[in-house]
């Protein structure tokens, strides 16, 4: 049995949900997480991207599993893409039109009031201990950072994504809308209706009579 049978489909008010949910997307904000080695703070930072509606997260490492605990199934339901190297993540972006913004500390750094979203934008965040990399660092076309009034210098990676993720992501969506490109979402349709179908002939094969 490769096919469903004709009267076993995904169920329509769930694809009617995921189809919604898309349409409420941004295609223009992206997250970079460049070896953010505990896998915890990657997972909460793909929970709040598809929390805030942003569609896209690269991740720049040799291999990620998500935590359940901390992602909730987030990462089915945002595009995780897989680069080696940051430089390789932001010549796509730069290659789409985006401007690319590294979350990091120093003089002259934009809040997340305050950096551009006149073009498609993209911030940076870096591992836990080192932060974003000299390499990034070179690349970028300036810095943002949470203002902070306390002794504490900095913030854990994924909370730091998600304060600049939502001011981000509501400045853009109130200038531009929800612009995930239609094909994307179809695109996006198609992958999880694929995964569902393996899922309910993968059911249906454990229960069908010796």
Same mark, same amino acid.
């Given at each position: 049995?490769?096919?469903?049978?004709?009267?076993?489909?995904?169920?329509?008010?769930?694809?009617?949900?995921?189809?919604?949910?898309?349409?409420?997307?941004?295609?223009?904000?992206?997250?970079?997480?460049?070896?953010?080695?505990?896998?915890?703070?990657?997972?909460?930072?793909?929970?709040?991207?598809?929390?805030?509606?942003?569609?896209?997260?690269?991740?720049?490492?040799?291999?990620?599993?998500?935590?359940?605990?901390?992602?909730?199934?987030?990462?089915?339901?945002?595009?995780?893409?897989?680069?080696?190297?940051?430089?390789?993540?932001?010549?796509?972006?730069?290659?789409?039109?985006?401007?690319?913004?590294?979350?990091?500390?120093?003089?002259?750094?934009?809040?997340?009031?305050?950096?551009?979203?006149?073009?498609?934008?993209?911030?940076?965040?870096?591992?836990?201990?080192?932060?974003?990399?000299?390499?990034?660092?070179?690349?970028?076309?300036?810095?943002?950072?949470?203002?902070?009034?306390?002794?504490?210098?900095? =913030?854990?990676? $994924?909370?730091?994504?998600?304060? %600049?993720?939502?001011?981000? #992501?509501?400045?853009? !969506? *109130? &200038?531009? @809308?929800?612009? =995930?490109?239609? $094909?994307?979402?179809?695109?996006? %349709?198609?992958?999880?209706? #694929?995964?569902?179908? !393996? *899922? &309910?002939? @993968?059911?249906?094969?454990?229960?069908a009579a010796p």
């Open positions: 049995m490769d096919t469903l049978p004709p009267d076993i489909v995904v169920n329509p008010d769930r694809v009617a949900r995921v189809r919604a949910a898309l349409s409420r997307r941004l295609g223009s904000v992206v997250a970079v997480c460049e070896a953010v080695r505990r896998r915890h703070n990657v997972s909460a930072i793909l929970r709040s991207c598809e929390a805030f509606g942003i569609h896209e997260v690269h991740l720049v490492s040799a291999g990620f599993r998500p935590s359940p605990g901390a992602a909730r199934g987030a990462e089915r339901w945002v595009r995780r893409r897989r680069f080696d190297t940051v430089a390789e993540s932001i010549a796509d972006l730069r290659g789409r039109g985006f401007r690319v913004y590294a979350a990091d500390l120093g003089d002259g750094a934009f809040t997340p009031e305050t950096v551009p979203v006149s073009a498609p934008v993209a911030i940076v965040f870096g591992s836990e201990v080192q932060g974003v990399s000299a390499q990034a660092r070179g690349l970028v076309d300036g810095t943002v950072c949470v203002p902070m009034r306390g002794l504490t210098e900095s =913030l854990n990676v $994924s909370v730091s994504a998600a304060i %600049v993720l939502r001011a981000v #992501a509501d400045r853009r !969506r *109130a &200038l531009v @809308g929800d612009d =995930l490109a239609e $094909s994307e979402q179809q695109r996006f %349709v198609d992958h999880w209706l #694929a995964a569902e179908e !393996r *899922a &309910l002939l @993968g059911r249906l094969a454990r229960t």
